[in-house]
């Protein structure tokens, strides 16, 4: 079993920048692929960014260039660091575990999940 923290959520403006942090408990945290997904009211849950192991990175369109996914496996965390946010990416935003490892983009592939942090932004 895996518990994920996510912490660093909050309100901001539009234009402004976040920081969120999942730490994680895992002892083969370095093994895995770690993802980021958002769900907003009344939308499905969507892919946001994912890395794997040796952090190679993949984001979602509607993201990249503004936001960017990294990890410390030392740590056993990993960041999302949200730029140039939109009245569009608030949401609550949760960070996920995929063992196997594929950094996949789908969420039915991720096997732990944390308990998610409310992004607002503002105009």
């Known amino acids: 079993q895996v518990q994920l923290v996510e912490s660093g959520g909050g309100l901001v403006q539009a234009g402004g920048s976040l920081s969120l942090t999942c730490s994680a408990s895992?002892?083969?945290?370095?093994?895995?692929?770690m993802g980021w997904f958002r769900q907003a009211p009344g939308k499905e849950r969507e892919f946001v960014a994912t890395?794997?192991?040796?952090?190679?990175?993949y984001y979602a369109d509607s993201v990249k260039g503004r936001f960017t996914i990294s990890r410390d496996n030392a740590k056993r965390t990993v960041y999302l660091q949200m730029n140039s946010l939109k009245l569009e990416d608030t949401a609550v935003y949760y960070c996920?575990?995929?063992?196997?490892?594929?950094?996949?983009?789908?969420?039915?592939?991720?096997?732990?999940w944390g308990q998610g942090t409310q992004v607002t932004v503002s105009s």
């Open positions: 996920a575990v995929e063992a196997q490892g594929w950094a996949s983009q789908l969420s039915r592939d991720y096997d732990y």
């Open positions: 895992a002892r083969t945290f370095g093994n895995y692929a």
């Open positions: 890395i794997t192991w040796a952090s190679i990175t």
